[in-house]
């Protein structure tokens, strides 16, 4: 069985086991990711515990606090549990098929990929969200999917074919915060 976590489009999480999705669960809030993170979790687990041989954590693309209680709530459970924790590209949880994958990352911008059968084969990448570009030439026609949601289950689906490792976050914009210029003036 693999437990599959994803928090770079709201939160979902999902158990397969082989070809059967067993648990299944997602809530579109993109705010509250660790109020809906436990329960979930806890529901997935139930009975299961012993069972799971994976866990998947999305790496994104996303915004850096959802992602990062989504990716740390992974590798807690895979600690937890005794297993291994691969990441993989979060797009990879939007189709089984072939598309051009593209995910609202705020400021009026697009995260997109190139999928094929459900695999990420090039991507992401940022761009204005009125300006993604077609896909490419190798995957010239293929049908756009502007997502939602990602589904974890499809994530743990990707893993078993193969889907890339992804060691961290995919940031695909430079952090907002920036280092003190030193220390502030203090007067009285």
């Known amino acids: 069985m693999i437990l599959a976590i994803d928090t770079s ?14 648990f299944r669960a997602h809530q579109g809030d993109a705010r509250r990711h660790a109020e809906h993170l436990g329960p979930m979790l806890e529901r997935a687990l139930a009975g299961r515990r012993d069972r799971i041989e994976l866990v998947v954590a999305g790496m994104g693309p996303g915004a850096f606090t959802g992602l990062r209680v989504g990716i740390a709530a992974a590798r807690a459970a895979a600690m937890g549990l005794g297993v291994r924790c691969v990441g993989i590209a979060s797009h990879a949880g939007i189709t089984e098929g072939t598309a051009q994958v593209t995910t609202d990352v705020r400021r009026r911008e697009r995260a997109w990929s190139s999928v094929v059968d459900g695999l990420v084969v090039d991507g992401p990448h940022l761009a204005p969200a009125d300006a993604v570009p077609p896909p490419a030439a190798a995957h010239a026609g293929a049908p ?4 939602d949601a990602v589904d974890a289950a499809l994530l743990a689906r990707a893993v078993v074919r193969g889907a890339a490792e992804v060691e961290q976050a995919l940031y695909l914009r430079d952090a907002d915060a920036t280092p003190s210029a030193g220390p502030k003036r203090v007067s009285q």
């Open 9 to 22: 489009l709201g939160t979902s999480v999902a158990v397969v086991d082989g070809d059967v999705v067993v």
């Open 144 to 147: 756009r999917l502007d997502a």
